[in-house]
């Protein structure tokens, strides 16, 4: 068993969270899951911690048919089961709930945004804040309706408070679309106002990438190509399609997870240090990793990049069926649910270092992480031991053990001279002892206080279909892979560790052990 060193947080102190300006929250789709799990056992949490005002307000608006009474009960089963929430009370939820009312329409009628209107000059009238977050917790598809519909209501205008829309991933499916979608935003809200969310920044193991990497002068001098062999970043899951197979198989692993989540991972990374923790200076830097990142030619993509769809297999000792016998998926489907990728950074601080980038569905373990694989010694000092020095390792675990891993040589005890891999293990949870805000708490009061720090602008969601999109148009051309080619409960495909082994180089195990 590898040795490890528990790392203590010197203090458990947090700072309160800040408080919210006065708003009105209006989630079109609010009938759906995102609502019911995340959005409102946010706003709940947040309400509890004492974040909102007085006089926020929550309005739900979807095609279902609903009383407030209705969807109050729809809403607190939600919040009740959420396990991010913490402790659930009645009597705080009893409180809360009086915040929430439910208004029925369709996206694609005009008078449901007339109605929103006259809802919001009433409560305003009534006390409430004339500022408002218009949340579109809906497919991507239906955001250029919405935009339009809420131009033509004047509720994207700023004259009587501030008014923010928020978009939910995917921003498009490609160039093309995220470019046609930025324009459609873009024609009826200004840069200013719009926050494109992605709840993997909100989470508090990826926000403190920045502070490991530039709050320590023990880590930052050796981030570059000078000590760093080669960057990993994994986003293994052990959960199959569920209910998703239709937007799945129109969508697949690069495009589900590489668009957005992990290029973002890619750019806190690699990004050089802002000038400020402040949103213009974050996102700047984040975009100048992205424009590095060279979109590859075909040639270099079929030697580059690997897809994978799960078959057959065995999870936790019990047997779960191919990702072509899920309900909803073809047959015949050629989507993957794994990918893997070489990517570069051309830049002076990466050139030559290879970012490697894999996630996948139905793997053999859960895990989240970013793991900086350092370069060897010399060896000559240890060239007549037994056991060779191994490179160093830093791990930065966003999921499920929230933490940060380091791996160091130390002498074994004897009287012989050999040396063995000691682990420095800092894990989140036991250090501080607190409960971290959920993903969407963190980010739903940022857009509320009016902070775009973690949310993506529109250059840099263009970028990030710039690497993807010439993926996606020459695995389009070219026959797959014979599907399936990873069984479930695996670690992937073996084309997978191939894409490694020709540069010398090996994934890190999923699962590899935490003292968590």
């Not at 490991?212 to 570059?224: A, D, I, M, T, Y």
């Not at 970013?370 to 000092?381: E, G, M, R």
Request: proline fraction near 5%.
């Amino acid at each position: 068993m590898t040795p490890v060193v528990q790392a203590q947080a010197m203090s458990t102190e947090t700072s309160p969270l800040p408080k919210a300006e006065p708003c009105v929250i209006v989630i079109l789709g609010a009938s759906g899951d995102l609502t019911r799990r995340k959005l409102v056992p946010a706003l709940f949490r947040l309400a509890c911690a004492g974040c909102t005002s007085s006089d926020f307000r929550v309005i739900g608006v979807a095609r279902s048919q609903m009383t407030d009474a209705e969807f109050r009960a729809r809403m607190h089963d939600g919040a009740e089961q959420s396990r991010e929430i913490g402790e659930f009370t009645d009597d705080e939820w009893g409180e809360f709930e009086q915040r929430l009312e439910y208004l029925a329409g369709g996206f694609e009628d005009a008078k449901t945004y007339e109605r929103i209107a006259a809802r919001l000059k009433a409560l305003a009238s009534a006390g409430a804040s004339s500022n408002r977050v218009f949340y579109c917790a809906t497919p991507p598809s239906l955001v250029p309706g919405i935009v339009h519909g809420l131009a033509g209501a004047h509720l994207a205008s700023e004259e009587r408070g501030w008014s923010r829309i928020v978009v939910e991933k995917p921003f498009g499916h490609d160039l093309e679309s995220a470019r046609s979608l930025n324009e459609a935003i873009a024609a009826v809200f200004p840069e200013h106002q719009v926050y494109r969310i992605d709840h993997y920044l909100g989470k508090e193991t990826v926000r403190n990438i920045l502070v490991f990497r530039f709050g320590n002068s023990l880590f930052e001098p050796v981030w570059n190509r000078n000590y760093v062999d080669y960057v990993e970043i994994t986003a293994a899951e052990t959960v199959g399609v569920g209910s998703r197979a239709g937007y799945y198989e129109g969508a697949g692993a690069l495009r589900d997870m590489v668009a957005n989540h992990l290029l973002q991972l890619v750019a806190l990374t690699a990004m050089e240090p802002p000038v400020a923790f402040d949103a213009n200076a974050l996102r700047e830097q984040k975009r100048q990793v992205w424009q590095s990142i060279r979109p590859m030619t075909p040639e270099e993509i079929a030697e580059r990049t690997v897809r994978g769809q799960y078959g057959l297999g065995d999870i936790d000792c019990q047997r779960v069926s191919g990702y072509r016998d899920e309900k909803g998926v073809a047959g015949d489907s050629t989507v993957e649910t794994y990918v893997a990728l070489e990517l570069r950074v051309d830049n002076w601080r990466w050139a030559g270092v290879p970012f490697y980038v894999r996630s996948g569905k139905r793997l053999s373990h859960a895990v989240t992480e970013i793991a900086l694989h350092l370069k060897h010694t010399p060896q000559a000092l240890f060239t007549r031991m037994p056991d060779a020095a191994a490179p160093n390792v830093i791990v930065m675990r966003i999921q499920p053990d929230e933490g940060i891993l380091v791996t160091f040589e130390a002498k074994l005890p004897g009287t012989d001279m050999r040396v063995g891999t000691v682990h420095m293990d800092f894990c989140y949870s036991r250090a501080f002892g607190v409960r971290t805000p959920a993903a969407y708490e963190t980010l739903l009061l940022d857009v509320m206080r009016g902070d775009q720090t973690l949310f993506t602008r529109r250059d840099g969601i263009e970028a990030q279909w710039n690497i993807v999109t010439p993926i996606e148009d020459a695995w389009a051309k070219h026959t797959p892979p014979a599907f399936p080619n990873y069984a479930a409960g695996s670690a992937g495909p073996a084309a997978a560790d191939a894409l490694l082994a020709r540069n010398g180089h090996v994934w890190r195990a999923l699962g590899t052990s935490s003292s968590c």
